[in-house]
């Protein structure tokens, strides 16, 4: 369904035209994540959900996958108007 947004988002992994939010950092060392996981996740994963932010009206994307070692993950991320990819945060999916 979200196939372009997808691939969009993999070739901005693939050029390092990315930025990972203060949030999202935090998030991985509390989960002893890395940013190959974050990498790994969006390259080999899907997106799951699409949101839209309630104050700003941009569209957010959560993509789940798997980090390096095979576990589960989630990341949220969005397209910036200035072409960037935004990692806004990553979590563990825990069911």
Same mark, same amino acid.
């Given at each position: %369904?979200?196939? #372009?947004?997808? @691939?969009? %988002?993999?070739?901005?992994? !693939?050029?390092?035209?990315?930025? %990972?939010?203060?949030?999202?950092?935090?998030?991985?060392?509390d989960d002893?994540?890395?940013?190959?996981?974050?990498?790994? #996740?969006?390259?080999t994963g899907?997106?799951?959900?699409?949101? @839209?932010?309630?104050?700003?009206?941009?569209? @957010?994307?959560?993509?789940?996958? !798997?980090?390096?070692?095979?576990?589960?993950?989630?990341?949220?991320?969005?397209?910036?108007?200035?072409? @960037?990819?935004?990692?806004?945060?990553?979590?563990?999916?825990?069911?």
């Amino acid at each position: %369904m979200y196939d #372009c947004i997808l @691939k969009q %988002m993999q070739e901005k992994i !693939r050029t390092r035209q990315y930025i %990972m939010t203060l949030h999202a950092e935090e998030e991985m060392d509390d989960d002893q994540l890395t940013t190959f996981d974050v990498e790994c #996740c969006i390259l080999t994963g899907e997106i799951v959900e699409r949101q @839209k932010d309630r104050d700003t009206g941009e569209r @957010k994307y959560l993509i789940k996958g !798997r980090t390096l070692t095979g576990i589960e993950v989630v990341v949220v991320t969005k397209l910036s108007p200035t072409g @960037k990819l935004v990692i806004i945060t990553i979590y563990l999916n825990i069911i």
